[in-house]
């Protein structure tokens, strides 16, 4: 998934700055992105409908930081804000936007890398997939899918109390799927970690239901569980 990522500060210097630690990082952690630098609140909110993520400045001159958060809360609710500022006396109104991490200037690449991990968490299965009921096309977020299993010629999507269909084999949809949330357990099945209840002596159970967990697919599963969990 590629995100668009905003950088709302009124010093170019420093945004620039900002641009280079953000774009490192994110070479680090593999995720693709495209930064975009904005000079005012103002110019901010022409482009906040396609915005994934902004650093946004509390202190920009004419719209603070605050008013632009509250007007991107509106236009763009999923969009995760990044505040930063000099001091560390509003946090209060930080949350008020719902802003995910407040950030201390100077910057530093450590505390910028630790903020992109939670945005990119964040945005875990939020991919979506056309899947079909009753000849009736979805378009359904991959986390709210529980488990995929392979049946009769194409696959089963199990949705809350629905299951839904593809033409897909189980190998093409593992390709689409957010790899970090899903994982190959059993030729038949697919299972979304977040979705698993219990994991005694080896054993996955999501909804009651008891889930094949293949022998040669054991090892692959604890790896994968275990670098889910840690990074929740």
Same mark, same amino acid.
């Given at each position: ?6 950088? *709302? ?15 490192? *990082? ?22 906040? #409908?396609?915005?994934?993520?902004? +650093? ?16 991107? %809360?509106? /236009?763009?609710?999923? *969009? ?20 995910? @991490?407040?950030?201390?200037?100077? +910057? ?9 991990? /939670? ?13 079909? %009921?009753?000849?009736?096309? +979805? ?39 957010? #790899?970090?949330?899903? *994982?190959?357990?059993? @030729? ?19 909804? #009651? ?6 022998? @040669?697919?054991?090892?692959? +599963? ?11």
């Amino acid at each position: 998934m590629k995100l668009i990522m905003g950088i *709302c500060e009124d010093e170019p210097i420093i945004a620039e700055k900002l641009k280079i630690i953000t774009a490192e *990082c994110l070479e680090e952690m593999k995720q693709e992105a495209e930064i975009r630098i904005f000079l005012s609140g103002e110019e901010l909110l022409e482009e906040a #409908g396609q915005l994934d993520v902004v +650093f946004l400045d509390i202190w920009l001159e004419g719209m603070n930081g605050y008013e632009a958060g509250r007007q991107i %809360r509106r /236009k763009n609710p999923d *969009c995760r804000i990044l505040m930063e500022t000099g001091d560390s006396e509003h946090f209060e109104e930080a949350f008020e936007i719902g802003a995910l @991490r407040y950030i201390r200037k100077p +910057f530093e690449k450590e505390k910028i890398y630790e903020a992109l991990e /939670k945005v990119i968490g964040s945005f875990l299965g939020m991919q979506k997939m056309e899947l079909y %009921r009753n000849r009736n096309r +979805f378009e359904i977020e991959q986390r709210r899918i529980k488990y995929i299993r392979a049946y009769n010629g194409y696959t089963e999507y199990y949705v809350g109390q629905d299951v839904f269909r593809s033409e897909l084999s189980l190998n093409e949809v593992e390709a689409e799927l957010d #790899g970090r949330l899903f *994982c190959k357990v059993h @030729r038949q099945y697919i299972v979304n970690m977040g979705e698993i209840i219990r994991k005694p002596n080896g054993k996955i159970y999501i909804n #009651g239901m008891e889930i094949p967990l293949a022998r @040669r697919k054991r090892s692959e +599963f604890e790896r994968a569980y275990i670098n889910y969990v840690s990074s929740k």
